[in-house]
Structure formats: C-alpha cells, structure tokens
C-alpha cells in the first residue's frame, strides 16, 4: 500500500464494472456470435486455423469478465418465453396474451454484475 492510500483504491475500483464494460460485454456477445456463424460456413480446415485464436479471446474476455463479476445469463432460442424474462421482445404487440411464445432469436445478451441484472436483453419471439 501506498502512503496515501491509492493502491487500495486503484484495486477496488478495478473489480467494479461499470457502463464501458456491460456495454464492451455485450459487444464481445456480438462478436463471438458472428464469428461462430462464420466458422460454421467454411470448411474444417479453414475452421482449425481460427478456433484457437477465438479461444484465446474468449479466455482473455471471460477472465476479465469475471473480474468484473459480469456474467451472461442463459437465455438461448428456443426457450419458452415467460414475460417476467428481463427480456424486451420486440414484436410482443404481434401476440396475444394466451398465446404460448417462445424465443425465436435473441437480439442482446442479459447481462448480469454479481447475479444481479445490469442489462436487459432483447429477443425476437414466436409463437408455438
């Protein structure tokens, strides 16, 4: 520690996530969903050259994550929808209130700090 004190402050003040990372978390959601797309549209060999760059990123970005206590939570298409998700859906005025809805696409990640919701996520729905 420092005589005046800042080492402890400057420790403390990097574990917080603030605004800048939810919104970086969510752009790395961004990118690793387009870049898993793209993998899947070219051959294996092609494939192999990338993987292990990506999983070099996704280890630095998860180790950083989880520094900051944020995390994702685990809403995946397909999922039934239930209107207390913190999801917006974005076409929910297409339905009705009975009908059996199901996320179709998710738009945007939830993105949680420490178990707690920080960040809404936005899905496309559908109905069964």
């Known amino acids: 520690m420092t005589p005046n004190g800042h080492e ?10 603030d605004e800048g990372d939810i919104q970086f978390a969510v752009e790395v ?13 070219i ?3 092609e494939q192999r050259k990338y993987v ?12 950083f994550f989880q520094r900051k206590g944020i995390s994702f939570a685990n809403f995946q298409a397909g999922m ?8 917006n859906p974005i076409n929910i005025s297409s339905f009705n209130a009975e009908d059996d809805l199901y996320i179709e696409q998710l738009l945007e990640p939830v993105i949680l ?3 707690k919701v920080v960040r809404r996520g936005a899905a496309i729905l559908g109905k069964k």
């Open 8 to 17: 402890n402050l400057r420790l403390s003040l990097s574990t917080i996530a």
């Open 29 to 41: 959601w961004r990118l690793a969903k387009l870049t898993n797309k793209m993998l899947s549209k």
């Open 52 to 63: 292990g760059q990506l999983d070099w990123f996704n280890k630095k970005a998860s180790d």
């Open 43 to 45: 051959d294996l060999d």
């Open 113 to 115: 700090c420490e178990g």
């Open 80 to 87: 039934p929808f239930d209107a207390g998700m913190p999801l």
